[in-house]
């Protein structure tokens, strides 16, 4: 049993910042890549970030690129997000998976370990 879980989603203003964190524990070993998604209303899955066990990769969507980071401890467990300069078009609810895999450089979600998200609002 794994469990994963996120927090730190709120309502905030454009332009402001908000860091969300990824808490997972249970029979889950070894190296684990994370994933950051999130889906917006009437909208696909998206993908936002991705870090390696060790922290020394990560990768970002177009979308979030120069204005998100990724970071995780590992002696935590835990991977946050760091999201500056927040746009309304980043409201969504954002989820968090462990345990993935990479084929080649795309960020494969494990199909099961996955939190229940938490709702991200930027208003305009």
């Known amino acids: 049993q794994v469990h994963v879980a996120e927090s730190g989603g709120e309502l905030v203003q454009t332009g402001e910042s908000l860091t969300l964190s990824c808490a997972f524990s249970g029979r889950i070993f070894g190296r684990i890549p994370v994933g950051w998604f999130r889906r917006a209303p009437g909208k696909e899955r998206e993908r936002v970030a991705d870090?390696?066990?060790?922290?020394?990769?990560?990768s970002y969507s177009d979308s979030v690129k120069g204005r998100f980071t990724i970071s995780r401890d590992n002696a935590k467990n835990t991977v946050s997000l760091q999201m500056n300069s927040l746009k309304p078009e980043d409201t969504a609810v954002y989820y968090c998976n462990v345990g993935g895999h990479w084929s080649g450089t795309t960020y494969i979600p494990h199909r099961t370990y996955w939190g229940q998200g938490t709702q991200v609002t930027v208003s305009s």
């Open positions: 870090i390696n066990w060790s922290g020394t990769v990560t």
